[in-house]
């Protein structure tokens, strides 16, 4: 069946550390995957999309890895902020279906100062 | 981007009565979704909003109980009907562009009593 995980345990990490996180998906052949930022009571905000003839993409702070071997995007997040306190969604497209996005569940990440 | 404008933000319903939920865009767009999220999930589709034609429902998902409208390419709406405390949930809208990345409007946080 197709999985998309994201750890499902908040990461807490100090200001000004890099906050990395993971998303694995299983049976599904995305073309591009997509990381997106949700706070509490707000829909989530598009931040970064990484296609699979991509290694890697960069945005300020933000680094995004796709590994299509590996099936997995690892999600960079560095010199951290509290304001950087969010939780994050992977989403692919599912080319079987119409190229639609799925999303992961999300890791929630707490920066303290 | 987008500016996406949802009403209502929040409602509390009876069970068995019906809310219709608006969703607004500042520029015209081709496509339209509206999700799901339940209390600490992730998103999962309801349906592609197609203008001048019947929306696409994802699997689990039915016209009867979830009628959306998409007069427009700036508007749509998702009716949840005859519900039930299950459908306590936050609904969104988003819109793709051409790029394939996704903007969320604020959402609506709707109770079922």
């Known amino acids: 069946s197709q999985k998309i995980e994201q750890n499902s345990e908040a990461l807490n990490i100090q200001e000004g550390k890099t906050a990395t996180l993971t998303c694995n998906y299983t049976n599904y052949s995305p073309a591009y995957l997509q990381w997106y930022r949700q706070d509490p009571g707000r829909g989530p905000v598009f931040l970064l999309l990484?296609?699979?003839?991509?290694k890697e993409k960069r945005k300020e702070r933000l680094k995004v890895t796709f590994d299509t071997t590996l099936k997995q995007s690892l999600f960079h997040i560095t010199a951290s902020q509290p304001a950087d306190s969010a939780t994050y969604l992977c989403a692919l497209d599912d080319r079987a279906a119409g190229n639609k996005l799925t999303f992961g569940g999300g890791t929630r990440v707490l920066v303290k100062p | 981007s987008a500016v996406i404008s949802q009403k209502p933000s929040r409602d509390i319903c009876q069970r068995g009565t019906s809310l219709t939920i608006q969703c607004q865009v500042d520029s015209q767009v081709t496509m339209m979704f509206w999700y799901r999220q339940q209390p600490g999930q992730s998103l999962t589709l309801i349906a592609t909003?197609?203008?001048?034609?019947?929306?696409?429902?994802e699997s689990g998902f039915v016209i009867d109980k979830f009628p959306i409208s998409r007069p427009n390419l700036t508007f749509s709406t998702l009716t949840v009907s005859n519900m039930s405390p299950e459908d306590s949930s936050i609904y969104l809208c988003?819109?793709?562009?051409?790029?394939?990345?996704?903007?969320f409007g604020p959402g609506t946080r709707l109770t079922v009593t």
């Open positions: 990484i296609r699979e003839n991509e």
């Open positions: 988003s819109v793709e562009y051409v790029s394939s990345e996704q903007y």
């Open positions: 909003a197609n203008q001048g034609s019947e929306a696409t429902y």
